[in-house]
């Protein structure tokens, strides 16, 4: 027996829960509701969540915070379809920073809705599984750099602080857990962003150049991320997982 997918409506209005979890059912998904932070974890606790469909404008804890939290901890793997009724472009890409996969303006027709959530769905599994999110261990280290997944920061040799913007943290986790392997851009897209936008297309060139500052990176002889012409981008360096930020450096 097929296994439907479990979706999580978060959403502070009761109408529009109900709304979602009647159509969304209808159209053969199984659907958790939560009103605020505090039952978004509660329907999270059990697992089995397969996306999470996170309304921006929440009270006390907002969308962002929650998105934040999302991608920082155990549930980091659950792709997240943001709710906004805030119009700014701006205030959509903050929501793609936080790690969202993709957002929907409010008002919205169900029928995108329910588009956007087949879409997200089918662009996270259509990955083979080596190249999936999985729940990264506190310390990563390549090289003369360690990778904080907890603080989200990036660190040098002698244990100092580089400030990463969090499109660049999110490209540079995904390049050390997929070691010595070509990703092309839309595999990178896929697993930072997992938007269909052509607005977004050359942003991982931008973040490359960006990342290669970071870490001191010669774009022409590069040590760290090196560019596989007409197919992507390769971390080639060896990571391991470390527990201690003294532990020795990875060997590139």
């Known amino acids: 027996m097929e296994t439907l997918d479990h979706l999580l409506v978060v959403d502070d209005d009761l109408d529009i829960r109900e709304l979602l979890s009647i159509y969304l059912q209808k159209n053969g998904y199984k659907v958790s509701v939560a009103a605020n932070g505090k039952q978004m974890r509660a329907a999270l606790a059990p697992g089995g969540i397969d996306l999470i469909v996170l309304d921006l404008m929440l009270p006390q804890e907002d969308g962002l915070s929650l998105c934040r939290e999302l991608r920082a901890g155990?549930?980091?793997h659950i792709p997240i379809l943001m709710l906004t009724a805030?119009?700014?472009?701006?205030?959509?890409?903050?929501?793609?920073?936080?790690?969202?996969?993709?957002?929907?303006?409010?008002?919205?027709?169900?029928r995108e809705l329910l588009a956007r959530v087949?879409?997200?769905?089918?662009?996270?599994?259509?990955?083979?599984?080596?190249?999936?999110?999985?729940?990264?261990?506190?310390?990563?280290?390549?090289?003369?750099?360690?990778?904080?997944t907890q603080a989200r920061h990036l660190l040098d040799r002698d244990g100092t602080l580089v400030s990463l913007s969090g499109a660049e943290y999110r490209l540079l986790q995904v390049l050390l857990e997929h070691p010595q392997r070509v990703l092309?851009?839309?595999?990178?897209l896929n697993l930072t962003q997992g938007r269909d936008a052509d607005l977004f297309e050359r942003s991982i060139d931008l973040l490359i150049s960006r990342l290669r500052v970071h870490l001191q990176d010669d774009a022409r002889e590069p040590r760290y991320i090196k560019t596989m012409r007409n197919e992507g981008y390769v971390l080639a360096c060896a990571v391991t997982a470390s527990h201690s930020v003294s532990n020795g450096s990875a060997i590139c």
Do not use: C
């Open 184 to 188: 092309s851009r839309d595999q990178l």
């Open 86 to 110: 805030l119009a700014e472009e701006t205030d959509r890409i903050v929501g793609l920073e936080m790690g969202a996969d993709d957002y929907l303006s409010k008002p919205f027709a169900s």
């Open 118 to 148: 087949r879409a997200v769905l089918r662009r996270t599994r259509m990955l083979p599984p080596n190249l999936r999110a999985t729940t990264a261990p506190p310390l990563l280290v390549f090289g003369d750099w360690r990778l904080d």
């Open 74 to 76: 155990q549930h980091s």
